[in-house]
T-cell receptor, first 114, second 114 residues
Framework: KAGVTQTPRYLIKTRGQQVTLSCSPISGHRSVSWYQQTPGQGLQFLFEYFSETQRNKGNFPGRFSGRQFSNSRSEMNVSTLELGDSALYLC?????????????FGPGTRLTVL | AQSVTQLGSHVSVSEGALVLLRCNYSSSVPPYLFWYVQYPNQGLQLLLK??????LVKGINGFEAEFKKSETSFHLTKPSAHMSDAAEYFC????????????FGSGTQLTVLP
């Protein structure tokens, strides 16, 4: 099976713009989670989608949003970009619904905000 | 709320020496614990996970970890370090009912010296 894919891999934007990142989970996986990784804050949970519904959300402002499509692919959107949004955004997919299930991570999208 | 503390942001060992990476957790309910590894410019890869089946967990690449409830610890060990083990290691916790939300430690950068 193909792994989790994320597009684009690299992105450069300027402050005030918005950006959309895409994640395709492993075939058959219905859960997709998003994480932000920065040198200062480390890995932080953004939100999780299962069967097109947001099931859980981390402590991020409303500028961060996401959605999931019927084929389980997910997108996250960041509006009105700030310099502090520069980060590696990781997507992970899970086969089952249990909290003990392994999350398979994609390679990430590195966003740079100038 | 659960949390994870990784002692030592940087650990250096000689090739062939014991690797010990420390992780302590805080959780009011029985946790599920994970160790992930991240190589440069890549996503996270699961090394091993604890889901209450056995306290000593064996993972990939010769790594293992022991869950000690009395010490709230889940330290990662490997008897003999290899140059290819150089990477960043993350301990993570999730709890039942929290969907697929992982709380990560701050990470430990492992350097293997020749």
């Amino acid at each position: 099976k193909a792994g989790v894919t994320q597009t684009p891999r690299y992105l450069i934007k300027t402050r005030g713009q918005q950006v959309t990142l895409s994640c395709s989970p492993i075939s058959g996986h219905r859960s997709v989670s998003w994480y932000q990784q920065t040198p200062g804050q480390g890995l932080q949970f953004l939100f999780e989608y299962f069967s097109e519904t947001q099931r859980n959300k981390g402590n991020f402002p409303g500028r961060f949003s996401g959605r999931q499509f019927s084929n389980s692919r997910s997108e996250m959107n960041v509006s009105t970009l700030e310099l502090g949004d520069s980060a590696l955004y990781l997507c992970a997919s899970t086969e089952g619904q249990g909290s003990y299930n392994e999350q398979f991570f994609g390679p990430g999208t590195r966003l740079t905000v100038l | 709320a659960q949390s994870v503390t990784q002692l030592g942001s940087h650990v250096s060992v000689s090739e062939g020496a014991l690797v010990l990476l420390r992780c302590n957790y805080s959780s009011s309910v029985p946790p599920y614990l994970f160790w992930y590894v991240q190589y440069p410019n890549q996503g996270l890869q699961l090394l091993l996970k604890y889901t209450s089946a056995a306290t000593l967990v064996k993972g990939i690449n010769g790594f293992e970890a022991e869950f000690k409830k009395s010490e709230t610890s889940f330290h990662l060990t490997k008897p003999s370090a290899h140059m290819s083990d150089a990477a960043e290691y993350f301990c993570a916790v999730s709890v039942s009912g929290s969907a697929r939300q992982l709380t990560f430690g701050s990470g430990t950068q492992l350097t293997v010296l020749p």
